[in-house]
């Protein structure tokens, strides 16, 4: 059961590193890594597909990338100080950010020549060709960042006027430290300070590739660290930055699991929050489950802009994942995206209803 898998798996996450520590991989070697990680023995966990977590004991190496590791006690530090500090490691780089997506490049002379994220499939490129844009160009064009409490211990980072696919990010505090999930393109002063007020940022990770937006900005002004589902982990478009990789599901703070379910993207996930919705349990889904326009049903995309669907077998596989866990609510990926009430029953008459109509089988 996930439960036992996971008391196995967490990780300690005060003083890190302790007891035992995650492998961090870095992108551009991640293959490597992986080949790596999979021949070592001693891995945390029972070897179902629930328990990948690269965990081993210490003083195995770390496999920092060219950055260095996380502080053992990272304090919250204001970003931006200057504009200087958005452009990277080599000073007039910028960080280029793609205007479809908003996901950020690493700091390079020029921007690269097109967008992986929205080349793929899934996304889009704009008729007129693809653009780019930086942190600094977008706080010049008066974007901001709202920040809004959603629950008692959930909080809501957005853009205003909103970047790329527009989504806004969700704060989970813990007494161990809080988790940010699907952070928008953008960060400015305001939100790192706010965040900081909120208590230590643990980690930052994302649903799927479309919503890694500014992960790499978080990481660097909170020393927060990025977390990637392993399956999706080449779709990192910061690739500068230390990540650490993980698989199946994942208790990574008490009461919040990070549930990989695939579907949009093979490393597609959810994250559960028991004590979510006064405590009846919430999921925190982005483009994973989907909520619909009118919040009355839930739907699963293979490309949400280019309107394909999931094969039934991929459906189904979203809610067998998430079938351990008790919730009532689902926050999807935007403000507005929200079912308050009742969406355990919703995901399984959706659920239903979306293979009925992939088989041609339903009523008119
Ligand atoms: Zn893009
Ligand atoms: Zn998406």
Request: charged residues 20%; glycine residues 12%.
């Amino acid at each position: 059961m996930p439960s036992s898998v996971l008391k196995q798996g967490r990780l300690p996450v005060v003083p890190y590193p302790a007891g035992l520590h995650l492998q961090a991989v870095h992108t551009s070697d991640v293959a490597a890594a992986y080949r790596l990680a999979a021949s070592r023995p001693g891995r945390c966990g029972d070897g179902s597909p629930r328990s990948r977590l690269r965990a081993e004991p210490l003083g195995a190496p770390a496999r920092w990338g060219r950055r260095q590791a996380p502080k053992s006690s990272p304090e919250m530090t204001l970003w931006p100080d200057s504009g200087a500090s958005r452009t990277g490691e080599g000073g007039s780089m910028p960080v280029w950010i793609c205007e479809a997506c908003a996901n950020h490049f690493p700091p390079t002379p020029a921007p690269p020549a097109t967008c992986p994220i929205c080349s793929d499939e899934r996304q889009w490129v704009p008729p007129s060709g693809q653009g780019w844009t930086t942190s600094e160009a977008l706080l010049a064009a008066g974007h901001h960042c709202q920040v809004r409490t959603v629950e008692p211990g959930l909080t809501g980072v957005g853009v205003d006027p909103p970047v790329g696919i527009g989504q806004r990010a969700l704060l989970v505090q813990t007494e161990e430290g809080n988790l940010l999930w699907d952070p928008p393109g953008l960060v400015d002063r305001s939100a790192v300070e706010a965040v900081a007020a909120l208590g230590r940022l643990a980690f930052v990770t994302a649903s799927h590739p479309h919503f890694y937006g500014a992960t790499a900005d978080w990481h660097d002004a909170t020393g927060a660290r990025v977390v990637v589902p392993e399956e999706d982990a080449g779709w990192l478009t910061r690739s500068d930055v230390p990540a650490t990789s993980w698989g199946g599901a994942w208790e990574i703070l008490p009461g919040v699991t990070l549930v990989q379910c695939g579907g949009h993207f093979p490393g597609s996930a959810v994250v559960h929050w028991a004590a979510g919705a006064q405590g009846a349990g919430a999921l925190l889904t982005g483009d994973t489950i989907m909520v619909t326009p009118g919040r009355d049903r839930l739907t699963f995309v293979w490309s949400a802009p280019n309107h394909l669907p999931l094969a039934e077998g991929a459906v189904r596989r979203i809610r067998e994942a998430v079938s351990p866990y008790r919730f009532d609510r689902v926050y999807g990926g935007w403000w507005d995206s929200v079912i308050e009430t009742g969406a355990q029953q919703l995901l399984d008459a959706s659920v239903e209803r979306y293979c009925q109509l992939l088989r041609g089988e339903a009523a008119r």
